[in-house]
């Protein structure tokens, strides 16, 4: 069974307003990393907060473990399985001292005290911000906001972390340690994560990327398939990273490159490879 | 020269730390119509740098001076921030008026303007950033897109007509597409009126292809000066400092390494295409 399953579904936040979500089919297995891109009014905001019933669909379903988000009587386990991380770093963080926002998500599922503890400090741990523990939040830059965030969701043990845009805010070095701290979770701890992002340099990462337009998936595969549609996503508005797109130009031009390289050594290394056959 | 700035140096709390110093003896001038582009990583001193600019910040020591006038001594701080446009980061953070005329005219009146002199300013800088004058001049700005607030707040300081314009990172944030629309109006507006732009980026393909110079900070020193090209060839220093360099200047420099002939200053992807089907076609 998926860890996410969604049918046929639709949304829109007020009835005399145009759907937002027109009919979307998505699932999410244990331990992938989804990320999902689109611009803005494309729907995937709204799409995120449909995967742990912030909103629920007005027609067709969200599956969570087989359980549906429309049912009040599951939503707390629910939630408690899919964690959100949000743009804003600042709106998001509770309490005045770093462990003790941590420990605000585990206090309200009514664990002991020692197992708030531990949790409090393997999350801190994992994301790398044990030396803060005992810092006030709003002293911290964007990224680390970001990953106290991340620590406070973690400590409530989730099968999947969604992410909507958590890097928008962020610095260059907030967003590499964002990131980084992302894939350690989905690698190392296997955790599923559906990332939403307008960084295309980002997306590279995921397993599988959706491209969301106009309320509909118009396009979905891995990283290498998205990404040799150059011209087809830029139909979409969306960026595409620097080296793709002279790849994608050199190899239209004739060149034999793949244009599905994604790291400057690659292509230095074949051009000079293609240079030397001549 | 419209800028100069000597020796530059601003402490935050001179009391408590007398070695911790946000900017650091700088120096640089820059001349009407220049596009300036400013980079550096996170804390290295951007935004202190831009806040004294237009007298936000009175610098602890050092002269700025803008037309002949030292702004750290002047009282009139009024004119100052007139002439020194600074639009700041997530600027729709601070539109606050009931309508979005209101919100544009708020600086404009404050100069003392007539109604018609205010009118005429709102138009030309909703004009700039193509924002229809009749759709828009009655809504609410807390009711626009994400784009449109941005805008709203851009034209906000354009309707001031700055001698020289700062952008704190105007379009962080947005997506790829309203983006690239704010660029191009930015590009638009620098090319029809030669205005004086000052562009804080953390976007290096960006700042390559739009400023003419580049100015690079880092620890609060102002650590290089000068054109795309001539900034972008430091890649090791760049990245020693938190930065770094296009990718596309990174393959044309790893091409150059291996010792081929092929030009490093070029910064769009149409150029480096053809420079590259140059170098393989011999």
């Not at chain 1, 991340?150 to 962020?170: R, S, Y």
């Not at chain 2, 007398?18 to 990583?41: A, K, P």
């Not at chain 2, 009175?58 to 009139?76: A, R, V, W, Y």
């Not at chain 2, 020693?240 to 070029?266: F, R």
Request: charged share 25%; hydrophobic share 40%; net charge negative.
């Amino acid at each position: 069974m998926p860890l996410i399953e969604i049918a046929d579904l639709c949304y829109r936040y007020n009835q005399d307003q145009d759907w937002i979500l027109k009919g979307v089919d998505l699932k999410v297995d244990s331990g992938e990393f989804v990320v999902i891109v689109g611009h803005n009014g494309s729907g995937k905001s709204t799409l995120a907060k449909m995967l742990n019933g912030l909103l629920v669909p007005d027609e067709g379903e969200v599956l969570v473990n087989g359980k549906a988000t429309s049912r009040e009587e599951n939503i707390w386990e629910i939630r408690r399985q899919i964690g959100m991380v949000f743009q804003n770093p600042d709106n998001q963080l509770v309490a005045n001292i770093v462990e003790e926002d941590i420990a605000f998500g585990p206090e309200n599922l009514g664990l002991e005290s020692a197992v708030i503890k531990k949790r409090v400090e393997e999350a801190l741990e994992v994301v790398g911000m044990d030396k803060f523990r005992r810092n006030a939040p709003h002293n911290l830059s964007g990224g680390q906001k970001q990953r106290i965030a991340i620590a406070g969701i973690l400590a409530m043990h989730p099968k999947c972390l969604v992410l909507d845009e958590p890097t928008a805010m962020l610095d260059p070095v907030g967003r590499k340690d964002v990131m980084t701290t992302v894939q350690e979770l989905n690698q190392e701890l296997g955790m599923a994560v559906v990332h939403i992002t307008h960084f295309m340099t980002e997306a590279l990462l995921a397993d599988r990327i959706i491209v969301m337009d106009q309320g509909k998936i118009v396009l979905e595969g891995t990283p290498q398939e998205i990404f040799s549609q150059v011209d087809e996503i830029k139909k979409y508005h969306l960026d595409v990273p620097q080296l793709t797109e002279l790849a994608f130009r050199l190899s239209q031009a004739g060149l034999d490159v793949s244009p599905d390289i994604f790291n400057v050594d690659e292509l230095v290394e074949k051009l000079c490879y293609l240079k030397s056959k001549i | 020269m419209l800028l100069e700035v000597k020796n530059l140096s601003h402490n935050y709390d001179l009391e408590s730390s007398v070695t911790d110093y946000s900017l650091q003896d700088i120096n640089f001038m820059i001349e009407r119509g220049q596009f300036v582009g400013l980079i550096g990583h996170t804390g290295s001193g951007k935004s202190t740098l831009v806040q004294t600019l237009n007298g936000l910040i009175k610098p602890t020591t050092g002269q700025i001076i803008i037309d002949d006038q030292d702004i750290t001594k002047t009282k009139n701080l009024k004119e100052v921030r007139q002439k020194v446009g600074l639009v700041f980061q997530y600027p729709e953070h601070q539109l606050f008026e009931e309508t979005v005329f209101a919100d544009i005219a708020f600086g404009p009146k404050n100069l003392g303007l007539t109604e018609q002199e205010v009118e005429q300013r709102v138009k030309n800088a909703l004009e700039v950033v193509n924002l229809d004058y009749e759709t828009f001049k009655d809504r609410s700005p807390f009711k626009l897109s994400g784009g449109q607030q941005r805008r709203v707040a851009i034209a906000g300081v354009l309707a001031m007509e700055p001698e020289v314009l700062i952008l704190d990172e105007p379009t962080a944030g947005l997506d790829p597409k309203t983006r690239q629309e704010i660029i191009a109006e930015i590009v638009n507006l620098q090319q029809k009126t030669s205005l004086t732009i000052i562009l804080i980026s953390h976007r290096m393909e960006e700042v390559a292809r739009l400023a003419d110079r580049i100015l690079v900070l880092d620890e609060g020193k102002l650590v290089l000066d000068g054109t795309s090209a001539e900034v972008f060839q430091q890649q090791e220093f760049l990245q020693e400092i938190g930065l770094g360099v296009p990718q596309i200047t990174e393959v044309l420099m790893k091409l150059k390494n291996k010792d081929n002939m092929i030009a490093t200053d070029i910064f769009t992807i149409e150029e480096a295409k053809q420079e590259i089907l140059k170098l393989m076609r011999g």
